[in-house]
C-alpha cells in the first residue's frame, strides 16, 4: 500500500484504541474497588488508578460536568465510549475519501 495517509490514520486510530483500552482498566479497577476485591492501598493498584485517572480524568470532567447526576451512577464512560467509536468510523470515512 503506498498511500501515505494510511500510516496517520492508522496511528490515530490505534491511540484512540489505546484510550478505550485505557478507560476500560480504569472502570473494572474502579468495580474492584469499590467491591473491596483489591486494596486500593496496594501499591500496583495505587499506580494502575492513578495512570488511569490522569489519562482519562480530563476527558470525564467535562462530560461529567454536563450529564445530570444519576444517583450515584457515572454515564460519562458511556459517552465517551460512544464518541471515540463516532470518531474512529468518521475518521476511516475520511480516510476512504482522501485515498479516492
Known sequence: MN????????????????????????????????????NPRHPIAWQADRFTRAVTDPVMRPIQRALPQMGGVDLSPLVIFILVYVIQMYLWQLYVALAR
Not at 13 to 28: A, E, K
Open 3 to 38: 498511500d501515505p495517509y494510511y500510516p496517520i490514520f492508522w496511528a490515530i486510530d490505534q491511540i484512540l484504541t489505546l484510550f478505550l483500552i485505557v478507560m476500560m482498566v480504569r472502570i473494572v479497577l474502579s468495580w474492584m474497588f469499590a467491591f473491596q476485591v483489591i
